[in-house]
């Protein structure tokens, strides 16, 4: 029988390709998304993808008498859920600093109210969408999973409680198991350019802005500071395109099968690549200029983050395998398909 699994957020960016790949790698996605932070369209470019049609609950994973009918009919429909992929969630850190009781609302009561629900149904198995922010200042690179957990703001906060939780929910025993993807940068779009990244406002993030800039919404680039002790004095990041990492959760959802308790997991490459390395690449795979502008630092900014991914390599057997020149390519393709993102349309 074909493998329920329940994917809340995933009407996101990361969670629309994450469902993506689950259907290619033969299970069926049922999504639960408030669309606080994304688009149905964005739904309808994934079942026109993959070909099929996608159950989709417009719920708060708030709401457990919502939640506890998504996980009631899928049983009653003879489909039931045997597992959840949580990525549903506020990921602003600017926005999180401001509003920290909205982040720990949503974040952290969100996954608690979840796991309840999930207890109820009797599912016992999570993929949590966790993040390298939660690790703080480096005291080493690359970042293994055991480096200190020290976030710097509420947002990181949130989902180091989150994993805290987690792993409390997972000791129980039960059957219950959680493992947390620490995500690093996930940047780019699916190949087909149907699906992408279409942040509200102004990008907080660097790609999203590259791309914004190549298509004539945003003029130049900021740089948020030469000066750091990198090799060129931008800040150096690990760059992981969202298929990859899109892959790295139905490898993850594989592990649970065997798997008791909590782990957690770094999904990124390994390879830093610095501000000025993105743009350049940028430019070189996609023919378009990128003009830039030298700004100061920002704010609570690190020099250089990258991940250790062997752990990934061997409890997962998953490695990201699609290069920078890829991920400026099909993020390219996606933006200068959909200059507006997904638009107003629904
Ligand atoms: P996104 O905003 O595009 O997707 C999150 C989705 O969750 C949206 O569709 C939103 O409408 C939905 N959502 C939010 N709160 C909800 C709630 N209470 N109930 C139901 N739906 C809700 O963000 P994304 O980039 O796809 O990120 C997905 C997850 O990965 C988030 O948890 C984020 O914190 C985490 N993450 C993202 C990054 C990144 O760089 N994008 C890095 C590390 C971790
Ligand atoms: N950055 C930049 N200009 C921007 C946005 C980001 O120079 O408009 C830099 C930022 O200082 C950091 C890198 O790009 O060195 C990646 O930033 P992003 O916000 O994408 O990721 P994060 O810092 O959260 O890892």
């Known amino acids: 029988m074909t493998k329920t699994l329940l994917v809340t957020g995933g009407a996101g960016y990361i969670g629309s390709h994450v469902v993506v790949e689950l259907v290619r790698a033969g ?51 003879g489909q039931p859920i045997s597992g959840v992929i949580h990525l549903a969630g506020l990921k602003a850190v600017g926005e999180s600093v401001t509003k920290p009781l909205t982040y720990y609302e949503n974040n952290v009561y969100g996954t608690v109210k979840l796991l309840d629900a999930m207890d109820q149904a009797g599912v016992a198995s999570i993929v949590f969408s966790s993040s390298a922010t939660i690790y703080g200042a480096p005291e080493h690179l690359p970042y293994t999973e055991g480096h200190r957990v020290s976030p710097v703001n509420p947002y990181g906060h949130s989902k180091a409680i989150c994993e805290q939780v987690l792993k409390d929910w997972s000791i129980c025993g039960g059957g219950r198991r959680a493992v947390a993807l620490r995500y690093f940068n996930p940047i780019g779009a699916d190949h087909s350019g149907l699906i992408g990244e279409d942040p509200r406002g102004v990008p907080n993030n660097l790609f999203p802005y590259i791309t914004q800039v190549a298509v004539g919404r945003r003029q130049y680039l900021t740089l948020h500071g030469n000066d750091y002790k990198t090799p060129d004095g931008t800040g150096v990041r690990d760059y992981i395109h969202v298929t990859d990492l899109a892959v790295g959760h139905v490898r993850a959802v594989e592990f649970t099968q065997n798997q008791q308790g909590f782990t957690a997991v770094n999904l990124g490459t390994g390879q830093g690549t610095s501000v000025l390395q993105l743009v350049e690449a940028f430019e070189k795979a996609t023919g378009q200029q990128i003009l830039c502008k030298i700004g100061p630092r920002r704010q609570g900014d690190i020099a250089g983050a990258w991940a250790d991914v062997s752990l990934a390599r061997e409890l997962l057997g998953w490695k990201a395998q699609r290069t920078i020149t890829e991920m400026c390519a099909d993020g390219w393709r996606w933006q200068s398909m959909n200059p507006e993102g997904y638009g107003q349309e629904v």
């Open 27 to 77: 299970y069926c996605p049922v999504i639960v998304d408030n669309f606080c932070n994304s688009s149905p369209r964005a739904i309808q470019r994934v079942e026109h993808l993959v070909g099929q049609a996608i159950p989709v609950v417009r719920a708060d994973v708030r709401d457990s008498t919502a939640m506890l009918r998504v996980f009631k009919d899928a049983q009653d429909s």
